[in-house]
C-alpha cells in the first residue's frame, strides 16, 4: 500500500538527514557509529538532492528508483550494528535499528507513482 505523496516523503528525507546527523549529539555516541552516522546522513542528503521530485534539487533520479534505495539505506541501517559489531553500544544500535526500519518502510509506502493513480480514478 502506497499512500504516502513524494513531495511529503521528500520533505521527510530532509528531516531524516538532520535526525541522522544530530543523533550522535543527542543520544551520546562516538566512535564508528558517530561517523557512521554522517556518512549515512551525507548520502542520504546526496539520494534527497537528486530525487525527481518537487523536494529534489537537481531532479535525476525517478521515485521508484529513489525510493528503493531507500529501502537500502534502510536496510544497511538495520544490518549496521551486527556487521559492524557495535559491541556494548545500546544507544547507537537501538538508533539504527529503528531508524532503518523507520526508512525502510518510508521508502516502501511512498506513492512511486501518483499521476497514474489519478488517471485511474
Known amino acids: 500500500m502506497r499512500i504516502i505523496p513524494p513531495i511529503l516523503h521528500g520533505i521527510a528525507d530532509y528531516i531524516f538527514v538532520v535526525i541522522l546527523w544530530i543523533a550522535p549529539t543527542v543520544f551520546?555516541?562516538?566512535?564508528?557509529?558517530?561517523?557512521?552516522?554522517?556518512?549515512?546522513?551525507?548520502?542520504?542528503?546526496?539520494?534527497?538532492?537528486?530525487?525527481k521530485t518537487q523536494a529534489g534539487v537537481i531532479r535525476g533520479v525517478p521515485i521508484g528508483i529513489h525510493t528503493w534505495i531507500d529501502f537500502l539505506f534502510g536496510a544497511f541501517m538495520i544490518v549496521s550494528p551486527f556487521l559492524f559489531a557495535f559491541d556494548?553500544?545500546?544507544?547507537?544500535?537501538?538508533?539504527?535499528?529503528?531508524?532503518?526500519?523507520?526508512?525502510?518502510?518510508?521508502?516502501?509506502?511512498?506513492?512511486?507513482?501518483?499521476?497514474?493513480?489519478?488517471?485511474?480514478?
Open 28 to 51: 551520546d555516541f562516538g566512535g564508528f557509529p558517530q561517523t557512521l552516522c554522517y556518512i549515512v546522513g551525507s548520502f542520504y542528503l546526496i539520494n534527497t538532492i537528486i530525487q
Open 88 to 121: 556494548g553500544e545500546s544507544a547507537p544500535k537501538l538508533f539504527f535499528i529503528i531508524g532503518g526500519i523507520i526508512i525502510a518502510l518510508w521508502g516502501l509506502i511512498t506513492d512511486s507513482d501518483p499521476n497514474a493513480r489519478a488517471a485511474k480514478n
